[in-house]
């Protein structure tokens, strides 16, 4: 902590021993060894009450994580994915019910010569709903290109009128 050599120890001995004198050095330096301990205890002390309170913040920190990931596994166990997309499908037939309900704006008059902005313009355009559901392929037609000329004339004799 301080930088002191034995030599400045040495000086520093015999000027206390010059102004204080023999008879009153020991009591003066088990004083000072007093104050000494009494200065170190404290610094321990409040080192200890540092570190306290870091273990306790860590603690605290800790428990907040816990708490944390305690309700992120309950909001799992809650997890209802059929739930969620009967809402957003429910959500969504209302807006598209909402938009066919709604009445188109008044058409203001103009000349017969010039189309009115409502009859070139949809007044509501529902959204898409092709997003929402998979595409399902075509229907698949009977091949009659690779059909023999006896399973040809079976199939069409057996297609109803």
């Known amino acids: 902590m301080f930088d002191i050599s034995w030599g400045e120890l040495l000086l520093i001995g015999v000027v206390a021993l010059v102004f204080i004198g023999p008879k009153e050095l020991p009591t003066v330096l088990r004083t000072l060894g007093q104050w000494m301990a009494k200065l170190r205890r404290m610094a321990t002390e409040f080192q200890n009450q540092f570190h306290e309170a870091m273990r306790e913040a860590e603690v605290a920190d800790l428990k ?5 990931m305690t309700s992120q596994a309950q909001s799992y166990a809650n997890f209802d994915p059929i739930g969620d997309v009967r809402r957003e499908l429910e959500s969504t037939q209302q807006q598209i019910e909402q938009s066919m309900t709604a009445t188109p704006p008044a058409a203001s008059p103009t000349s017969p010569d010039t189309p009115s902005p409502a009859a070139t313009t949809p007044a509501i355009a529902a959204p898409d709903t092709h997003a929402l ?3 399902s392929p075509p229907p698949s037609e009977p091949a009659t290109a690779d059909v023999g000329p006896d ?10 009128a």
């Open 151 to 160: 399973t040809a004339k079976s199939d069409a004799g057996s297609k109803p």
């Open 133 to 135: 559901v998979p595409a």
């Open 64 to 68: 907040k994580q816990v708490e944390d």
